[in-house]
């Protein structure tokens, strides 16, 4: 038989992991194929290239962004041919068993590196018999099955195949030291294993070896909680410190069990720029975390985020908006209690009811009105109304658009100390408001917005801030986005100060230079931008006559 393993990635640098464990693990007589595609190709060709293809088993690789897509290509192939499909994967895994009447043949349920080919084994010998995690209309077997870690170090690695070899450099290497997850977050499906596997440090350490001489750029943990153990996650940090010089690592942690002596290492000898945390804080409210069985300590946590940020580690930090007993309010005082952390990234996510999920029960108890279709998104709650939860979105789109790419980050900051809005969820959710309405906003837009949403009567002060930002974006000369602040005087004046001291020919005086105002050090100053070619533009300040480079 010949077997193709695919899966429809969000983008072209993902990479799925499971795909290639099934490919080493493969233990029968059929030949196995590897083929990734993403989301936004065209559908029918993908599907028609299946059709037409010499496959007698196809399996999918299926999560909550890819299942519909996944089923309209099967619907395709199941009109044409009798080929076999397989799905697996967390989407699949509770609550889809209807899919073996949509053109599904078997669902892989929970770890399949040795269930999966055991089903193979089956087919190939013709026979139709009960296999312990697969689910068949004849067989509906729902046991849950994990893999002996054992197992799979017995394999090929999976990082490093001959398919993957020309694009090392280009994709997103995604790594697992253990699986499970130790916590019982009532919204995350991770919650369902809360026995904690280990890979063994002999393993890791042979593969961080090879990643150490390899051209991968950035390394993703799939750890659900990387610092669980801790002497073990200080001993994997400090020879990927000492070992990976050209690559940087991802993973999540759980910041307020941070060691001290983990914590330490990462403030004083980890080299900063190579170490990256998603830090899931999802609420700062007591009954809230007490309702999801999330332990923790905010006084901790907060004081964690502190020295993280202090010693200038990369961020990530996760809200949850939806979650029991929050309110408008609550979750508002959530937003900004992190946002004064000043984190990296500020993920704001809408709550999900997942398959499986204790929250998904548990829909009824706390009147969630959500999406039935995925990503099943939470539209409203017991405590927040579907406006609400509008306006919470509109945070989220903003947050990311503005704050988290950098477009506006520190024009924000400044306007937030300056007290030229009450807080940063209520800036950021009436901007995001805005944009939303405009789909078709351009990058100007964005500071056009902030500043029609605030009442500060000095709008000098106000552009002066947003430039701080603005003219950053831009590697051509820009008009600005406000009011011009110059007279044509003015700004001969300036050019000719410039030529003068030799910053710029008689070409550039005329060609290559805008002139606005920014906000410095609590002062307004004039503000040159010199464009050069395809480069951001050199930016200076002058003041009294002085010309100082703007850092």
């Known amino acids: 038989m010949k077997l193709l393993l695919t899966t429809l990635n969000c983008k072209y640098i993902h990479k799925n992991l499971a795909l290639r464990w099934l490919y080493v693990g493969n233990t029968t007589n059929s030949t196995t194929t590897i083929k990734e595609y993403t989301i936004k190709q065209n559908l029918d060709d993908i599907a028609r290239e299946m059709i037409t293809s010499d496959y007698d088993v196809i399996a999918f690789s299926v999560y909550i962004w890819n299942i519909e897509e996944s089923l309209y290509i099967v619907e395709q192939i199941k009109k044409e041919t009798s080929k076999h499909i397989i799905f697996g994967g967390p989407e699949v ?131 659900r909680t990387f610092n669980v153990m801790p002497q073990r996650a200080l001993r994997i940090a400090k020879y990927m410190n000492d070992h990976c010089k050209n690559q940087v690592f991802q993973f999540e942690i759980v910041a307020e069990t941070l060691s001290e002596e983990l914590l330490l290492f990462f403030e004083n000898e980890a080299d900063k720029s190579r170490f990256r945390f998603e830090i899931g804080i999802q609420s700062f409210h007591a009954p809230t975390l007490h309702a999801v069985k999330r332990i923790q300590n905010n006084e901790r946590l907060i004081e964690v985020l502190k020295r993280l940020q202090k010693a200038n580690i990369v961020m990530h930090t996760d809200l949850i908006a939806g979650l029991p007993y929050e309110s408008y309010e609550q979750f508002k005082h959530s937003y900004n209690t992190l946002f004064e952390l000043h984190t990296s990234e500020i993920q704001l996510g809408i709550l999900k009811l997942l398959k499986g999920t204790a929250l998904k029960r548990m829909k009824n108890l706390y009147e969630f009105d959500y999406n039935t279709h995925p990503p099943y998104d939470v539209i409203s709650t017991k405590w927040l109304t579907k406006q609400e939860m509008i306006q919470i979105n509109a945070c989220a789109y903003a947050t990311e658009k503005l704050y988290n790419h950098g477009r506006c980050k520190q024009s924000i900051d400044i306007l937030l100390d300056e007290g030229m809005y009450s807080d940063a969820f209520s800036l950021l959710s009436a901007v995001g408001m805005k944009l939303l309405a405009n789909p078709k906003y351009q990058l100007k837009d964005m500071f056009v917005c902030i500043k029609e949403v605030l009442t500060v009567e000095d709008e000098l002060r106000v552009d002066a801030i947003l430039n701080v930002d603005y003219y950053s974006l831009f590697k051509n000369k820009v008009k600005s986005f406000g009011k011009v602040w110059h007279t044509i005087d003015e700004k001969k004046q300036i050019a000719q100060l410039l030529f003068d001291n030799k910053f710029v020919d008689q070409y550039g005086m005329h060609h290559l230079i805008s002139i606005d105002k920014v906000y410095k050090d609590c002062e307004i100053y004039d503000m040159v931008c010199i464009y050069s070619g395809q480069t951001y533009p050199t930016r200076y300040i002058i003041k009294e006559g002085e010309i100082k480079k703007y850092e």
């Open 93 to 223: 895994t509770y609550e889809s068993f209807e899919l073996v009447s949509r053109g599904v043949d078997a669902l892989s349920i929970g770890e399949g590196e040795v269930s999966f080919f055991s089903y193979i084994r089956m087919l190939e010998d013709g026979l139709n018999i009960e296999i312990d995690g697969i689910y068949t209309k004849e067989h509906p077997n729902t046991n849950l099955v994990q893999t002996e870690l054992s197992i799979n170090e017995t394999y090929t690695s999976p990082y490093f195949l001959d398919i993957d070899a020309s694009e090392m450099d280009k994709r997103y290497f995604y790594f697992e030291t253990s699986r499970g997850c130790p916590y019982q977050c009532q919204y995350c499906l991770s919650s369902s294993d809360d026995k904690v596997r280990m890979f063994s440090e002999e393993y890791i350490f042979k593969q961080l070896e090879m990643i150490s001489k390899s051209t991968i750029k950035t390394v993703k943990l799939l750890d």
